[in-house]
């Protein structure tokens, strides 16, 4: 399970719910295997941190202050509720 920083517990069906369907939202943007696939580590982060509906000082906790920013200026905002990246 994972435990975030405000005693909020993640179920482990939760965590993998959220990455097979982040999973299957890149295989549908790509129209291919993922294996062969180049993408950005930091884009990757972001579907996590949003998918995970962590809260904004979660968020920069786990990206960092330095690409939270940049990904603030890319994505305009990366919403708490893990909806609209």
């Not at 941190?49 to 990904?71: D, F, K, N, T, Y």
């Amino acid at each position: 399970m994972i435990t975030t920083t405000h005693s909020q517990t993640l179920a482990r069906s939760t965590v993998v719910d959220v990455l097979a369907c982040i999973r299957q939202e890149w295989e549908e943007a790509a129209g291919e295997s993922l294996v062969g696939i180049q993408g950005s580590v930091g884009l990757i982060l972001a579907d996590l941190v949003s998918g995970l509906a962590l809260r904004p000082s979660e968020q920069i906790q786990v990206l960092g202050s330095a690409l939270h920013a940049e990904l603030q200026g890319i994505l305009v905002t990366i919403p708490e509720n893990g909806k609209g990246l």
